[in-house]
């Protein structure tokens, strides 16, 4: 992905938001705030806006090792989600349509983001996921991809926040039960903390690996930039007969490839909904599909 302006704002903020939510030293926030400037000032030189975030992240890694500025909060986040869980179940179970049911549950983890500055609750998880089941969406996608699964061997499923994981497994259950997937399906964490993403540590709270087989991305950054992530990952992503990629960031590295993906997301700022031509704005929710595959 080109470097977008607009994004280079978010990359400060970001960084800046987790220095001071890990030290309360105006020394060493003063300090990663000066470096991180200077780095993101180097915008022209780099190639794409992967690289550049990474090199802006590792900056408040290296000045304040071994800090996970939303560790707590992706607890509690998975804490919220899982005691919803049995109740959304049920909801699928008397659903007219479980596919699409599950599918929407699935896309609404992805419409809360911490980044984003929600104040999370039960209430506010519950109106997400009734706010998911009334946007409309492409109903020759849903089932596109409903075929897609059913045709496939192996599924690989890039996930994207902590919390959503939850929901994650939710869909994975369904696709397991419904459709005989069981075996065939691999999730994908992140490699390491960075931002509000789920990592291994998310994937063993919710239980992940009692629906399917849990790997990882190989690098600590919010998007499956296949140059950077591990040879295992990028094998597993090779022998998919289908990807389904969770989020911004996943569509973001992933967009231009020549694979069966489906991205499930919601459009969060205008650079991605001028990535997809503007035929969809800000806050709606979608599937959309390999273009090249398409």
Known sequence: MK????CIPCHIRSAI???IILTDDDKVINNTIRQVLLKASEFGSYKNLFELYYDIQTIVKNNIPDGDP???FKRKF???CLSISDMLKNEINESNDWFEKSLRICLAGN????MQGKKFSREVLLQAIKSAELQPIDKTLINDLKNEI???NKILVIGDNAGEIVFDKIFIEQLNEKLNKKGKIIYSVRGGATLNDSTLSDAEMVSMSDVAKVITTGIDMP?????LCSEEFNQCYSEADVIISKGQGNLEALLEQNKNIFFLLKIKCNVIAKILANKHKVDDILIYRNKKIR
């Open 223 to 227: 998007a499956a930039h296949l140059p």
């Open 111 to 114: 419409s809360l983001d911490v």
């Open 150 to 152: 059913i045709k496939a």
């Open 70 to 72: 939303y560790l707590e």
């Open 78 to 80: 998975n804490e919220i």
């Open 3 to 6: 470097i977008y302006l607009d």
């Open 17 to 19: 938001n987790s220095a």
